[in-house]
């Protein structure tokens, strides 16, 4: 056995940097014993992987869209993983989570679930266009694997084209299609083949060195190499990608066109973005593109219990003699009934319509402070999911990656918990059920944080 071997760091990521020297000053000023104690386990015991070991600090509370650790501090969560658009622990989801474990806890895969095919009705009734025909697993990295199985088989083909700097999941095919290093280098070895990659759009940064025009750059390679490849199953990629960048109006509907041209099949990963996320109830929903398959999870489970599901246009439904997505737990009452629930709030509270209106009064604040503070080269999102890149100088557009970090653990002191993303993003990305009070609070120590580490760097 190889150990020991060394392999490049990996360059950028949807993650915080855990191994910098501002997250150790900030954990020797924060952390209690017990939470040393807790920590010093979660290192012993777990694999370690990067973002992920070291932990930041111990949790020992999470409700609404407050997380609270072992010192009795609560920070405010605008990060979450995606998985508390309704908040956590949200009532009416635990009693009827807990009502399904008293009536029926698990149903063997030969039986037909009652719940299950309610949610499976409710979620054909709600997704885009005419897809209807689904497949529940766990997780969303596991209806990426169901998905890209789904394409080869309709398509007789396995290539695909994704994009750089995206994560659709960890498992093989996911990590083969996303564009992030961390998942797909070091000593993995081989991904599978013919998983092409194209840069990603985005105007402020991208591949091509522009400032304008990349998504038509980006759409003209896609269908340059579904021209030249021949035999691409499918473009798979989030619609709203979670740096974050909007793709401009027009962009979608070049790529469904060059897909239908090409024969390939278009893939959209919800599993950050849908159910609200953006302000409609899905993010391809702004563009008024149906992909042929949409994959979606985190929040579908509440908060509380993993579910995700691949839905597709009912003509694909072709691989009936195989089983590509028979999990023990793919009908699985209690998660059905948790997903099931967690639409019903939605709707029931209004919170598709929340994240729209309250999103877009946090853009227009974060506009503001980028008139204030010389540290924020560009503002961007929609809804619940947007941000502001950090740079040193907003002409040459060098990220300014240690006073992001900076930052984040300055916001941390004053009660805010949220991600950066490729070193330099600071992202947001909060419950649907934010308020403009709480709103305020965030931007707020957003504002004084950017404020500290500005003067404390002589900006």
Known sequence: MNIGRKYRTPQGAEGDVNSSPHRSNWQDQHLNNQARVILSKDQQYFLHQSVSTPCLNTIKKAEGIWIEDHSGKRYMDFHGNNVHHIGYGHPRLVEAINQQMRTLSFAPRRYACDVAAELAEKLAQISPGNLSKLLFTTGGS???EVALKMARSVTGRFKTISFWDSFHGAGFGASSIGGEEM????PAGPLLT??????????????WGVREGSADLCARQIRYVLEKEGDVSAVIAEPSRAVPYIAPAGFWQQV???CDEFGALLIFDEIPTGLGKTGKLFACDH??????MLVMGKGLGGGILPIATVI???????AGDY?????????NPVTARAALTTIEIIEAEGLVENAAQIGEYALQRLHELMQKHPLI????????LFGAELVTDRDSREPACDAADRVLYRALDKGLSFKTTMGNVLTFTPALITSKVDMDFAINVIDESLGEVEKELRY
Request: with cysteine; hydrophobic share 25%; aromatic share 12%.
């Open 377 to 384: 080269g560009d503002v961007r999102g929609r809804g619940f």
């Open 323 to 331: 089983a590509y997505g028979h999990y023990t737990h793919e009908k």
């Open 287 to 292: 563009d008024g593109v149906v992909p042929d």
């Open 256 to 258: 469904r066109e060059a």
């Open 312 to 318: 597709c246009n009912p003509e694909l439904n072709v």
């Open 194 to 207: 013919g998983t092409e990659h194209v840069p990603p759009f985005g105007d402020y940064r991208n591949a």
């Open 183 to 186: 998942f797909r280098g070091g």
């Open 142 to 144: 596991d209806a990426i």
